[in-house]
């Protein structure tokens, strides 16, 4: 019974999307042979139950201790009573009333935190081993269902790992395939996490990838290619229309080490065209992200009034300077950068030793300067079976404190994302999205990769209560 209101409800809302009326919907639901009229009968029968508003599910969970994502301290012994898919109130457990009827979820022996926001991902990469064909084979010999089907598994492996948001920077060459998986998440077709998505993302000619390829051979490159304001403008408005939340831009793309043995980053849109993208977007309400190593390229994405400014490994004084007074965001990516290094005395290796040096210092600078910060990782271009938390305990080395790092990807990432108080946090009127680990993450932020319990949306997607045994 249950799963048959289930799919009438579903069709009921693909129904409604379509502008299809529900009653001719719920014709075709009925079993075969009965007529049109009794049919409708049925189905307006069917529909009374579905168009009464239930009342909506209360949960209760019990937290040993309770990370809110906002607070500067935990608080031990509290209950949370989720109504529907917002949570409804917070409080200590000794004078919290418990209604009635409730499911209580019990971890009162974990550390509950709000779900996770990773703000950078590309779930259509699936950290391709450069030995094994990298970045180049997922355009050139895999069709878009194998991609996106991968891209599915990705989703879900980050609502697996508690990351309940995440901002998708890219599809690499998958052209608006982000849209549909936001769409099959936000349908219940498929398990996901809230998802941002960009789209295409915007760079220049020799400015990404697939190159090296004969010039009489046309390849597909991995962003929509733009040359001049123009021709800037109308992809920003092409991406936005067809669904991204975001528009994501290429800053720079080349990089390597010059005489002086300093990091040199090729610049790619000029001061003008990447005016007329944050314009555009802006007008829409919608921010750009901009990919920018640093130099030349940077300066042009920090005076064309980019909102986040995505790895950001080599930052000067004056560019700090310039964040904190506009108020940029920064979502630095450090320990995808320690993966698959070029090897030493090579042009390759030289500069992927030097991106990594220089990446921790730029974000210790940043931080001590009050640079707001943006938890990033771009899995995808490391493997999705590697734990995407595995950021924190870089972020930590580099001399953000294991508080801020855990709001970097919660109450911080959600302000980014124009989000305050709906995400990030575990407070009343939030989105239901909570998960739990086993241990003090304050104390060892590592126990951040082991998320036992996951709720998004007001709905247990994982909870193995074994883990807190052990
Ligand atoms: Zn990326």
Avoid at 30 to 38: C, I
Avoid at 275 to 304: M, N, Q, S, T
């Amino acid at each position: 019974m249950k799963l048959w209101r289930f799919s009438l409800s579903l069709s009921f809302r693909g129904a409604e999307r379509r502008g299809i009326s529900a009653l001719s919907r719920e014709r075709s639901l009925a079993p075969l042979g009965m007529t049109g009229t009794v049919a409708a009968a049925i189905g307006l029968f069917l529909s009374v139950p579905l168009c009464a508003a239930e009342p909506a599910a209360v949960t209760v969970i019990r937290a040993g201790t309770l990370i809110d994502g906002k607070s500067s301290t935990p608080r031990r012994d509290q209950v949370i009573v989720v109504r529907g898919n917002r949570i409804e109130s917070v409080g200590d457990a000794a004078s919290a009333k418990i209604p009635e009827g409730a499911a209580v979820i019990d971890l009162s022996r974990a550390t509950v935190l709000p779900g996770m926001i990773d703000a950078h991902t590309h779930i259509f990469l699936q950290g391709e081993d450069p030995a094994e064909g990298g970045y180049d084979v997922q355009l050139l010999k895999y069709p878009l269902a194998f991609r996106a089907a991968r891209a599915a598994v990705s989703a879900h492996r980050a609502l697996e790992q508690g990351f309940t948001t995440i901002r998708d920077v890219e599809t690499e060459g998958a052209g608006y395939g982000d849209v549909g998986i936001k769409q099959a998440i936000d349908g219940g077709y498929i398990p996901g996490p809230r998802m941002f998505v960009v789209t295409r993302a915007i760079s220049t000619t020799g400015g990404y990838n697939l190159e090296g390829y004969a010039p009489e051979i046309e390849v597909p490159k991995g962003a929509q290619i733009v040359d001049g304001p123009v021709e800037a403008r109308k992809a920003a408005r092409e991406q936005l229309d067809h669904g991204a939340d975001w528009i994501k831009v290429y800053m720079t793309h080349r990089s390597w080490v010059d005489a002086k043995g300093d990091l040199v980053s090729q610049p790619t849109l000029t001061l003008d065209e990447i005016k007329a993208i944050v314009d555009e977007a802006h007008g829409w309400g919608k921010k750009v992200a901009c990919h920018a190593y640093g130099g030349i390229g940077l300066r042009r994405a920090l005076d064309g009034g980019c909102d986040s400014i995505e790895h950001g490994l080599d930052l000067d004084d004056a560019s700090i300077a310039q964040m904190v007074k506009q108020g940029t965001w920064l979502c630095p990516t450090m320990s995808v950068y320690y993966d698959h290094n070029a090897p030493e005395n090579t042009p390759a290796g030289q500069r992927d030793r030097k991106r990594v040096a220089l990446h921790g210092p730029s974000l210790r600078k940043a931080y001590k300067a009050g640079v707001k910060i943006a938890f990033g990782t771009d899995v995808g271009g490391f493997s999705w079976n590697d734990p995407i938390a595995r950021e924190f305990p870089r972020m930590v080395e580099f001399g953000v404190p294991p508080m801020a790092a855990i709001q970097s990807a919660t109450s911080k990432a959600a302000e980014m994302l124009g989000m305050s108080g709906q995400l990030g946090v575990v407070a009343p009127g939030a989105y239901a999205d909570v998960v739990a680990v086993t241990g003090d993450p304050l104390a060892d932020v590592k126990v951040l990769e082991k998320v036992f319990f996951v709720m998004k949306d007001g709905k247990v997607f994982r909870n193995e209560p074994e883990r807190v045994a052990r």
